[in-house]
């Protein structure tokens, strides 16, 4: 009797969002109680983050205190683990981006060091990867003048994308994967980058792709102000002198300020530049490529991982 009022009082993707916390390795009761507080009341754990909502003043010290009592903890060896550790983005250019939303299976990557350089939150665990929704940005929502429309949030695969659906039908809807694919696509003609998000108690893995703008973007400004939540995503834009005609269209969409004109000429910045590919796609004169730079680490292409586990998995047996 008791476990059948629990079940009646605990909605369905509450009970498995906590059945697959309990399968995760290393994940700890305070950390699903986290997840459970960002996902279940995300606009107010995003208002507070950024500092737009009015209770910002009273819950960040609060935040500071108990970030000191339950410091995260690494699932490796490492010692430091920093913010961006815990919750970070990985900029994935549209095609990549596509690739996450379309990807018809069941995986398991969880050897990602070289994709995703943080110390925690860098599995790609995608079950039933076709279940997907769509949310109002948080970070959108929380800007009293922000960028339109507000419901371009991709949540993907489970348990996310039904606790999402279940907490908060008037800001979300399911989709399917073409869907995603259109508000992909439409995102990218806007100017705006895809980041494939990760966050250690959303179980450590990947949970959504962010479609920013650096006016909205709580994660950008963070980047822009020196705390690194974002990953490039192993790509460096690269302008071909010859076809450039300065006509200065790629430096006013990019979103990390990595373009500019210099001398009647396009010219990056490649510290600046997160290799997310929006210039690309602008320039006219197709002047401007997207280039590998082992350097910024390996791409978060999921087709090419797949098949290097694959691989890796044949040669072991």
């Known amino acids: 009797m008791k476990t059948q009022f629990w079940s009646r009082l605990v909605r369905p993707s509450t009970r498995a969002f906590a059945r697959e ?17 960002y996902a279940r009341w995300p606009y107010l754990y995003i208002g507070v983050g950024t500092g737009e909502h009015w209770l910002a003043r009273v819950f960040a010290p609060l935040v500071r205190q108990l970030g000191r ?36 299976r069941e995986i398991s990557l969880t050897d990602l060091e070289q994709v995703i350089p943080y110390a925690l939150a860098r599995d790609i665990v995608l079950k039933n990867p076709d279940h997907i929704v769509v949310l109002d940005c948080p970070c959108r929502v929380a800007r009293p003048n922000p960028c ?29 994967p073409a869907e995603a694919v259109e508000i992909l696509c439409a995102e990218h003609e806007r100017g705006h980058v895809h980041h494939a998000f990760f966050k250690d108690a959303m179980l450590g893995r990947f949970y959504a792709i962010c479609n920013c703008c650096a006016c909205c973007c709580g994660a950008m400004q963070a980047w822009y102000h020196g705390t690194p939540m974002l990953a490039s995503s192993g790509y460096v834009s690269r302008v071909v002198e010859e076809l450039c005609i300065g006509c200065g269209i790629c430096a006013g969409f990019c979103q990390f300020g990595a373009l500019s004109l210099d001398d009647g000429m396009a010219a990056v910045d490649t510290i600046a530049c997160m290799g997310c590919g929006v210039c690309v796609s602008k320039c006219p004169e197709g002047a401007i490529s997207l280039e ?20 890796a998995a044949e040669v072991e047996s």
């Open 148 to 176: 339109l429309p507000l419901d371009v949030c991709l949540v993907v695969g489970e348990p996310f994308a039904s606790f999402v659906a279940e907490h908060h039908p008037r800001r979300s809807r399911w989709i399917t």
């Open 69 to 104: 009592l339950f410091p995260p903890r690494p699932f490796d060896d490492s010692d430091h683990v920093t913010f961006a550790d815990t919750y970070h983005g990985k900029v994935v250019p549209l095609e990549a981006a596509k690739q996450l939303v379309t990807v018809e």
């Open 21 to 37: 916390a309990r399968r995760t390795p290393g994940y700890s009761l305070f950390d699903w109680l986290h997840g459970y507080v």
């Open 292 to 311: 590998r730079d082992p350097a910024r680490g390996e791409p978060l292409e999921i087709h090419a991982l797949i098949a290097s586990a694959s691989s």
